[in-house]
């Protein structure tokens, strides 16, 4: 397999693996209680992991402004300190927080604000420019993502950012953003267990790079949660909101852990962990694909980056997936 892959038709090159940058922003929460990171985290811990994963061969990492409220880009910025030029940066904006008190307040798509939200970024992540800067609002309303796209092309014009992206589920909405001249691709939820035909036809039609979120189905896909186990208070899934599938409030939901079960087999051929065989599966379903999973250690960036050498998953493989899920 081609490790490397190209952002859409900007001739950036990433990993095609890419590392997601959500967890290591540590605990925050929305206004009213709701946890919105993943529990607490050892920042000096999460420093060593992007090091040691820019040792691996992992170039391509992505946050946004609000992860932590604005504490994963200081840690990342951190991380990379020099060695920033060897690395494509991706985050976003669109959501409104308190740093202090590490709380979302709310949501702007307003031109002033993603001016604003862009300047923070770059002081945060210690940086003269983005590579990737992605509209966060997936249901933003269209013709005000047409305004911010012709505004993210000013920000090419300006060296401020290189390309931009919409983190979406909706093709129609992704479409919007790849008419514009410099739009890389889209970010959307994808894995194993939650295919997504529409968007990868799309980025194939459009010629859009990939960014899988969730690769790993919130850490269903790594084969460590069990049913009935509990999650520390300050991780989003132990009060899973509405959107995420696969949790409900005493953990795990069973049926999807028996879904993992029964792909077990087939995605740790080769000698691959249930985690790496799930990053090969995206691999095999697009070539377009940079999946981007979550990590908070040095051993999970270990094995996480060790899905590379061993490459994507066969046709028949893939083919022996639907069959076990019945698509």
Same mark, same amino acid.
């Given at each position: 397999?081609?490790?490397?892959?190209?952002?859409?038709?900007?001739?950036?090159?990433?990993?095609?693996?890419?590392?997601?940058?959500?967890?290591?922003?540590?605990?925050?929460?929305?206004? &009213? @209680?709701? !946890?919105?990171?993943?529990?607490?985290? %050892?920042?000096?811990?999460?420093?060593?992991?992007?090091?040691?994963?820019?040792?691996?061969?992992?170039?391509?990492?992505?946050?946004? %402004?609000?992860?932590?409220?604005?504490?994963?880009?200081? =840690?990342?910025?951190?991380?990379?300190?020099?060695?920033?030029?060897?690395?494509?940066?991706?985050?976003?904006? @669109?959501? =409104?927080?308190?740093?202090? $008190?590490?709380?979302?307040?709310?949501?702007? &798509?307003?031109?002033?604000?993603?001016?604003?939200?862009?300047?923070? /970024?770059?002081?945060?992540?210690? $940086? %003269?420019?983005? &590579?990737?800067?992605?509209?966060?609002?997936?249901?933003?309303?269209?013709?005000?993502?047409?305004?911010?796209?012709?505004?993210?092309?000013?920000?090419? +014009?300006?060296?401020?950012?290189?390309?931009?992206?919409?983190?979406?589920?909706? !093709?129609?909405?992704?479409?919007?953003?790849? +008419?514009?001249?410099?739009?890389?691709?889209?970010?959307?939820?994808?894995?194993?267990?939650?295919?997504?035909?529409?968007?990868?036809?799309?980025?194939?039609?459009?010629?859009?790079?990939?960014?899988?979120? /969730?690769?790993?189905?919130?850490?269903?896909?790594?084969?460590?949660?069990?049913?009935?186990?509990?999650?520390?208070?300050?991780?989003?899934?132990?009060?899973? !909101?509405?959107?995420?599938?696969?949790?409900?409030? *005493?953990?795990?939901?069973?049926?999807?852990?028996?879904?993992? &079960?029964?792909?077990? %087999?087939?995605? $740790? *051929?080769?000698?691959?962990?249930?985690?790496?065989?799930?990053? #090969?599966?995206?691999?095999?379903?697009?070539?377009?694909?940079?999946?981007?999973?979550?990590?908070?250690?040095? #051993?999970?960036?270990?094995?996480?980056?060790?899905?590379?050498?061993?490459?994507?998953?066969?046709?028949?493989?893939?083919?022996?997936?639907?069959?076990?899920?019945?698509?």
């Amino acid at each position: 397999m081609e490790t490397k892959r190209t952002l859409g038709r900007t001739g950036i090159g990433v990993s095609a693996l890419g590392f997601g940058c959500w967890a290591i922003g540590g605990e925050w929460q929305s206004a &009213d @209680g709701q !946890p919105l990171g993943w529990g607490r985290v %050892d920042d000096e811990e999460s420093v060593r992991a992007v090091r040691r994963a820019l040792d691996l061969g992992v170039t391509f990492f992505d946050t946004a %402004d609000t992860y932590g409220a604005g504490h994963s880009e200081r =840690v990342l910025g951190r991380a990379l300190g020099k060695r920033r030029a060897d690395v494509v940066v991706a985050t976003k904006w @669109g959501n =409104v927080f308190d740093e202090e $008190t590490r709380t979302l307040t709310g949501a702007d &798509d307003t031109p002033e604000y993603a001016r604003r939200a862009l300047t923070a /970024s770059l002081r945060r992540l210690d $940086t %003269d420019h983005i &590579d990737l800067y992605q509209l966060h609002l997936s249901d933003a309303d269209p013709a005000r993502a047409a305004e911010l796209r012709d505004l993210c092309e000013e920000f090419v +014009r300006e060296g401020l950012i290189r390309a931009y992206a919409w983190s979406t589920d909706d !093709p129609a909405r992704a479409a919007v953003f790849a +008419r514009g001249e410099h739009c890389a691709a889209v970010q959307h939820m994808a894995n194993v267990l939650q295919d997504a035909p529409e968007m990868f036809a799309l980025c194939e039609e459009l010629e859009l790079a990939s960014i899988n979120r /969730s690769p790993l189905a919130m850490g269903l896909l790594t084969g460590k949660r069990r049913s009935g186990q509990a999650l520390e208070a300050g991780d989003i899934r132990s009060r899973p !909101p509405e959107w995420l599938q696969g949790f409900e409030d *005493s953990g795990a939901d069973p049926r999807w852990l028996a879904r993992v &079960d029964a792909l077990k %087999d087939v995605l $740790t *051929s080769g000698g691959r962990t249930l985690g790496q065989g799930a990053l #090969a599966w995206l691999w095999a379903r697009s070539p377009r694909a940079v999946p981007i999973p979550g990590f908070r250690s040095v #051993a999970q960036a270990e094995q996480n980056a060790g899905a590379l050498e061993k490459g994507a998953l066969t046709g028949e493989q893939l083919a022996e997936v639907d069959r076990i899920l019945e698509r």
